[in-house]
């Protein structure tokens, strides 16, 4: 990696500067905005088998969080309300912690093979009602409490980013073997991972047997 030093007399430190670089919006783009989820919206929720959970505590530590499950698994109580099962994890919490400290959030939900998304932004609590969280089961298994949102805002988001990450062509994939498995990752960043090739092929495999026990 190279390093570059960044000159700072060139840094964008107000609005009217900022707003200077781009074209004005259009009002297509501040009338895109709703208040509620219509019946586009909630279609594409439904499809949507992944999203990105946008978090922040109260001293402004940010957060985003994978949420992935079958298509539809956000369930839509009303066009102001989600629910979000929360799923077993690596049990940081971050997220969850961060709603009970400061409950505003954004969300992103997006399709497989689909170049637009949906934001929505709202504010979340945290609920454990056995009503609901019975209806967000998979296999029997319940999820420990739901997120609730609130729906604030919603609206479509274009293309370009998934067009100019060409994100879904299979040309454009990468093969996962070019860099080191997740627990070497990990492992390196922390304890140090074994040097024995054998021995790390055997915590990757205890990996993926773990996935098969804790998913839901």
Not at 92 to 107: C, E, H, M, Q, T
Not at 116 to 126: E, I, Q, Y
Not at 167 to 193: C, E, F, H, N, V
Request: include cysteine; proline fraction near 6%.
């Amino acid at each position: 990696m190279t390093e570059m030093a960044i000159d700072w007399t060139h840094g964008v430190h107000d609005v009217d500067t900022l707003r200077s670089l781009y074209p004005t919006v259009t009002s297509l783009a501040q009338l895109k905005v709703q208040d509620r989820l219509d019946s586009h919206a909630q279609d594409f929720i439904a499809r949507a088998p992944f999203l990105c959970l946008g978090t922040q505590s109260l001293d402004g530590t940010a957060d985003v969080s994978p949420r992935g499950d079958p298509p539809g698994f956000v369930r839509i109580l009303d066009a102001r309300t989600l629910a979000i099962p929360d799923r077993p994890g690596n049990n940081r919490l971050d997220s969850l912690v961060n709603i009970l400290a400061n409950p505003v959030v954004g969300l992103l939900f997006i399709i497989p093979g689909f170049d637009d998304t949906l934001r929505v932004n709202g504010t979340a609590r945290l609920v454990r009602d056995p009503a609901l969280l019975e209806s967000l089961s998979v296999d029997g298994r319940l999820p420990r409490l739901a997120i609730i949102v609130e729906v604030r805002e919603v609206f479509m988001h274009c293309a370009k980013a998934f067009r100019r990450s060409r994100l879904w062509d299979p040309a454009y994939r990468q093969d996962r073997a070019s860099m080191p498995s997740l627990s070497k990752i990990i492992l390196d960043q922390t304890t140090g991972a074994p040097e024995d090739a054998a021995a790390m092929q055997d915590i990757d495999a205890a990996l993926e047997v773990e996935y098969g026990k804790t998913m839901y």
